[in-house]
């Protein structure tokens, strides 16, 4: 089964760029999307088909997709922004979701 | 403004079947990938299936046979059922609406979640 890799913590201070990364086999050939998750609410996605944003999200958040590496990019990093980060894919060989293990993002 | 709603019971016995219902308000059921994605307490997420308005099912092959997602198209709603449940199961689970969109997936739309247990 398709896996995605995330490194399960990042730290950034206030006002500096946080990249998070999700690795899977050919990952680049896949749209990938992020969700942030604050403790106690439901995911919130922040970039879909790598680079897109929802309406609401503020521009610091962006995302990459090449190779077999995702990234969300993060500037001017906020409080706010401390949460939990989950990289998604679909993997059309099963036709099914995937999800990274997540990554705790602390800004300190 | 979407909603998604999770409705069913906080606490199943082993071996028993996991009933939710996710009740849309908001917005038509029609169109969309309607999902289910769970998640262990202190852990990540999984995706479980989605059932599209026709009624037309994908779901996560590690549970794919236990598993049923079905719509009521009437009523706004679609449901989950997971049978022969154990201690594994217990999860905080989400409804959410999905798009696919080349080959695409993301869920822009979520419910609260609920937590089911799984215990005697």
Partial sequence: SYELTQPPSVSVSPGQTASITCSGDKLGDKYACWYQQKPGQSPMVVIYQDIKRPSGIPERFSGSNSGNTATLTIRGTQAMDEADYYCQAWDSSTASGVFGGGTKLTVL | ?120
């Fill in chain 2, 1 to 120: 403004q979407v909603q998604l709603q999770e409705s069913g019971p906080g606490l199943v016995k082993p071996s028993e079947t996991l009933s939710l219902t996710c009740t849309v308000s908001g917005g038509s059921i029609s169109s969309y990938y309607w999902s289910w994605i769970r998640q262990p307490p202190g852990k990540g997420l999984e995706w479980i299936g989605y059932i599209y308005h026709s009624g037309s099912t994908n779901y996560n092959p590690s549970l794919k046979s236990r598993v049923t997602i079905s719509v009521d198209t009437s009523k706004n709603q679609f449901s989950l059922k997971l049978y022969s449940v154990t201690a594994a199961d217990t999860a905080v689970y989400y409804c959410a609406r999905g798009h696919i969109e080349s080959s695409g997936y993301y869920a822009d739309y979520w419910g609260q979640g609920t937590l089911v247990t799984v215990s005697s």
